[in-house]
Structures are given as C-alpha cells and as structure tokens.
T-cell receptor, first 112, second 115 residues
Framework: QKEVEQNSGPLSVPEGAIASLNCTYSDRVSQSFFWYRQYSGKSPELIMSIYSNGDKEDGRFTAQLNKASQYVSLLIRDSQPSDSATYLC????????????FGAGTRLFVKA | DAGITQSPRHKVTETGTPVTLRCHQT?????MYWYRQDPGHGLRLIHYSYGVKDTDKGEVSDGYSVSRSKTEDFLLTLESATSSQTSVYFC??????????????FGPGTRLTVL
C-alpha cells in the first residue's frame, strides 16, 4: 500500500470552476501536509502547507485537512488555464524533512 | 527562489560509466536532499544530508552514493550507471529542518538518460 495516494487523473475542469484534488495517507502520526504544483518539465513549487484540522485559505487556494480520516484536499477556486499542472501531495511525519513522503501527483487540465 | 542550482541540467551517458550530479545552494541551509522522479512513482528520496559529512540513505539508495564536503554543495554519484537510473533528479533543501513544519524547496532538476 502506497503511503500517500492521489488519483493520477487527469482531472479536467472548465475555466472558472472549482477544482478539487484529493490525497489520502497511511501514517497516522503525520503532522505536516503540503501541496506542490509542478508544471511540465519544471521543478515542484510549494503552494500550500497545513498542519491543523480544518481549512486554510490562501487566495484562490484552500487546503483542507481531516486527520481522523487521514485525508487532505486542495480546492482551487475560479480555475484558470494557468493552473493546468500536476499537483503533488506531500506528508511529513515530523522529526525533520527527510521523512516527507510524496504522492505521485494528480494532473489537472483547466479548459478555456 | 531558495538559491539552488543543479549541474548538469541534462546528461546522456552510457551504461557502466560513472556520473556525478552537483547541487549547489547559496543560503547556508543545513539539510539537503536528492530525489528521483519517475512516471507513476512521484518523488522518491535517494539520500539526504543533515550537515557537512553527515549523510544517510533514503528509500531508493541502491546504486547511488553522496558526499557533502561543504555546506553549499551536495554531490550525487552513480558509480556505474544503469538504464534503470534514467530519471529526472531533483535536489532540495529544508528551511526549518528538525521541525515538524519543515518545508522543502527544489532545484531546477537534472534530466539523466542512461543508454
């Protein structure tokens, strides 16, 4: 069983819609959760981090965390074609960054 | 921009040859990492370093070695490259290592092809 699982997609949404990306993890002691965006041929870039249950909003992005269900999601409101990328979920169990586990990513296409 | 550069950015080599990839950072971060990224697998940790001359293995370390003789440089060596090591290699640094809120930032990547 993979430690961090994401639907590989592709997820296709029309411009202006809400894109919902989901991630589940297996390690119950996980403490930190991250979403990275990766454009084709580029390196991952951090877009959101969340550490507590509930929602965290940053502009058009909202991260949602439910530790009881071992589930973290990313909502992108008013999706734009420039949001088309692969989104990586990452989970850290604490004790330093070397325990960060990455999911394989979900490809998102936003249609103009 | 976390001030991370990688060299070379692209390399084609033949099976059995040694290859060294370099990661250089300018902001004196203590923790550095090497990952490989392959389709369907996401990012997988090869080795990491928590200080000069302090390194440890990640989940896919077989066939790879690392060295860190200076804070700013972290080298990844493939002693005898194999076709299974064809991949994109990313270096990363941590900004708050040892803290559960640790965040990683990535270099631009090196695309390695082993023929």
């Amino acid at each position: 069983q993979k430690e961090v699982e994401q639907n590989s997609g592709p997820l296709s949404v029309p411009e202006g819609a809400i894109a919902s990306l989901n991630c589940t993890y297996s390690d119950r002691v996980s403490q930190s959760f991250f979403w990275y965006r990766q454009y084709s041929g580029k390196s991952p870039e951090l877009i959101m981090s969340i550490y507590s249950n509930g929602d965290k909003e940053d502009g058009r992005f909202t991260a949602q965390l439910n530790k009881a269900s071992q589930y973290v999601s990313l909502l992108i409101r008013d999706s734009q074609p420039s949001d088309s990328a692969t989104y990586l979920c990452a989970v850290n169990s604490g004790g330093g960054g070397f325990k960060t586990i990455f999911g394989a990513g979900t490809r998102l296409f936003v249609k103009a | 921009d976390a001030g991370i550069t990688q060299s070379p950015r692209h390399k084609v080599t033949e099976t059995g040859t040694p290859v060294t990839l370099r990661c250089h950072q300018t902001e004196n971060h203590r923790y550095m990492y090497w990952y490989r990224q392959d389709p369907g697998h996401g990012l997988r940790l090869i080795h990491y370093s928590y200080g000069v001359k302090d390194t440890d293995k990640g989940e896919v370390s077989d066939g790879y070695s690392v060295s860190r003789s200076k804070t700013e440089d972290f080298l990844l060596t493939l002693e005898s490259a194999t076709s299974s090591q064809t991949s994109v290699y990313f270096c990363a640094i941590s900004t708050r290592a040892g803290d559960s809120a640790d965040t990683q930032y990535f270099g631009p990547g090196t695309r390695l092809t082993v023929l």
